[in-house]
């Protein structure tokens, strides 16, 4: 499998980063060598192995349905770059 | 007498005599740091008026002899994966360089229960993604026992502070190696439990079906000790096991005659440093002579378990990752090109090097059309080598291998080389993948005095065996007495 510029910017957007042209040369040659070795994987034969995806049981896990203390608002918003009347504010998003 | 150089135990017996009260080890403790930090570096921050602060309600406790535990009193590191309430947790990455936590992680809740006085928050590769804590976006940590070698990492900060007697103990965590790796490297103890065995809530996330937090020591019983305090089910974490939890201290009986401990083949290789290979092959004869057999075992599928988990980990990261969206807390750049430019720019400017390569690889294995070929092809293989172990725990009670290929590398060595650094961590991935207890403690050092570590693995939730076996080794050998000289 061989990795492309284009692949690494399509990446890249997915990720939600915004690379340089310096990022992108190389972790277009990182990613490239990277999945080389791990190429490795497709030498074994997995059909009809399960996936292990977790190695404690899956479970749904229950309890009781009791109110409880939670962050108050303010704390909540403490961290916040941007915050306006308890909400966290972001960039305009509808033009 | 030197209160720095302490156990916890050694520690507790002084503080329960009266022979010292927590608030003067507390300000050796300070004091040390004073001395030797600006050489090892093993701390982001240093929290020092809170924990004398602590220091002397432990005293006000010990006089009175009420609710008093091993712990009481004792000052120790977390790494900075750990959210503290009040105290700032930046994870090593400039994206949470001002992020003050609303809350406690259970593991420093139960740590604080216990008694505990915490000096401060441990140096680690940002976000607990690196193998040897240059990866801290702040500074790296230096290896005590040699200043131009890594600690190890991602905890190297925790293991070095242990180390250089800046703290008792430290609880790093581990995902895959990033405790037994760097405890290897510093000459100390720390043992990743079996997943699940110790509640993630609070800790920042990673890697979140390989993630364990667990605790740096001079030796294996404070290493019971501080298990003793932070493992148990936890309603907040939802992958945490619902099962008793043993009194570790128990298991410290020396006694393994007939324990057997398997060898596999495939972690004996070619190529592999001389006198690593020898001193664990010495400590394998130490526990021969104490009454244990060596069994040969085969994990036939260890040398896919790189491939494996640096398919799973960064696709898990990568997921994990995408909370951090100058939104709700961190950084943020740029306001002025829209919403989805300042994600962009926030986040490249925001993660560090390899934090970005992973998050890159994991959404590139994700993504439409290669799912099925990488995330989920190494999901399989994940399968594989779990069930190896379960094959070879049917002839054997613990497995006993090299804790990594090689002692301490030197700084700059790697970082130009992600396969390579990546290659360091091929003997404590499969622990992790696997789910399974592994521990690593010193077994000797090479003639340039680098420690060398020993790793057990041990069945699903049996961390007693595993730290029986050890406390025998290390009951029959003087390496973790050596401390290094700064």
């Known amino acids: 499998m061989s990795i492309t510029k284009k692949d690494v910017l399509h990446v890249a957007d997915l990720a939600r980063l915004a690379l340089t042209e310096k990022e992108i040369d190389l972790y277009t040659a990182q990613l490239q060598r990277i999945l080389s070795y791990v190429e490795k994987l497709s030498e074994l034969n997995t059909e009809g192995v399960p996936p292990t995806t977790t190695t404690v049981p899956p479970e749904t896990v229950y309890r009781e349905d009791r109110v409880t203390v939670s962050l108050a608002q303010e704390e909540a918003l403490r961290n916040a770059p941007s915050s306006e009347r308890g909400c966290f504010k972001v960039p305009k998003i509808i033009e | ?486």
Request: hydrophobic share 35%; with cysteine; net charge neutral.
């Open chain 2, 1 to 486: 007498m030197d209160l720095t150089s302490l156990t916890i135990h050694g520690l507790s017996d002084k503080l329960k005599k009266k022979e010292t009260t927590s608030v003067e080890v507390t300000k050796a403790f300070l004091k040390r740091m004073e001395e030797v930090e600006k050489k090892v570096h093993a701390f982001i921050t240093v929290t020092a008026d809170e924990a004398l602060k602590r220091a002397a309600e432990a005293d006000g406790r010990i006089a009175k002899g009420e609710g008093v535990t091993p712990l009481t009193g004792v000052p120790i590191a977390v790494k900075d994966i750990f959210c503290t309430k009040g105290v700032k947790t930046t994870c090593a990455s400039r994206i949470l360089d001002n992020f003050v936590p609303p809350y406690d992680s259970t593991v420093v809740r139960k740590l604080k229960e216990a008694g505990t006085v915490i000096l401060g928050k441990n140096n680690m590769d940002e976000f607990a993604m690196g193998s040897s804590t240059e990866n801290s976006a702040f500074s790296p940590t230096y290896n005590p026992w040699a200043l131009d070698r890594v600690p190890g990492g991602s905890s190297g900060g925790s293991a070095a502070s242990v180390a250089a007697s800046e703290c008792v103990a430290s609880v790093g965590t581990d995902t895959g190696g990033s405790i037994r790796q760097p405890a290897s490297c510093c000459g100390v103890v720390g043992i990743k439990p079996t997943y699940g065995r110790v509640s993630r809530f609070g800790m920042i996330a990673f890697a979140s079906s390989l993630d364990q937090a667990g605790p740096f020591t001079k030796d294996v019983t404070d290493s019971a000790i501080m298990l003793n305090a932070i493992a148990g089910w936890d309603p907040s974490d939802s992958t945490s096991i619902k099962a008793e939890v043993p009194d570790y201290r128990t298991f410290l009986t020396a006694e393994v005659n007939g324990l057997k401990i398997g060898i596999p083949k495939e972690y004996f290789i070619e190529g592999m440093d001389k006198e690593v290979e020898d001193s664990v092959k010495e400590a394998l004869e130490v526990l021969k002579k104490a009454g244990a057999t060596l069994v040969p075992v085969t994990l036939p599928h260890t040398e896919y378990a790189v491939g494996v988990y640096y398919l799973v980990a960064t696709a898990e990261a990568s997921s994990n990752l995408a909370r951090y969206d100058g939104v709700k807390y961190g950084l943020r750049v740029s306001e002025t090109g829209g919403l989805l430019d300042m994600y962009k720019k926030t986040r490249d400017e925001g993660f560090g090097g390899e934090v970005k390569r992973r998050i890159m690889l994991g959404t590139y294995s994700l993504s439409a059309g290669y799912y099925d070929a990488y995330y989920k092809k190494a999901s399989q293989v994940r399968t594989l080598i779990k069930n190896d172990f379960d094959a070879a725990f049917r002839s054997c009670d613990v497995i006993a291998t090299p804790t990594a290929p090689t002692a301490a590398f030197k700084l700059g060595e790697r970082v130009e080389d992600p396969l390579t650094m990546y290659l360091s961590d091929i003997f404590t991935i499969s622990c992790n993948l696997a789910g399974i207890p592994g521990m690593s403690l010193p077994c000797g050092f090479t003639k340039d005095g680098l420690p060398i570590g020993l790793q057990i693995l041990g069945r699903t939730l049996d961390e007693g065996t595993v730290l029986k076996t050890a406390y025998a080794y290390e009951q029959a050998t003087e390496w973790h007495k050596r401390r290094p000289k700064l």
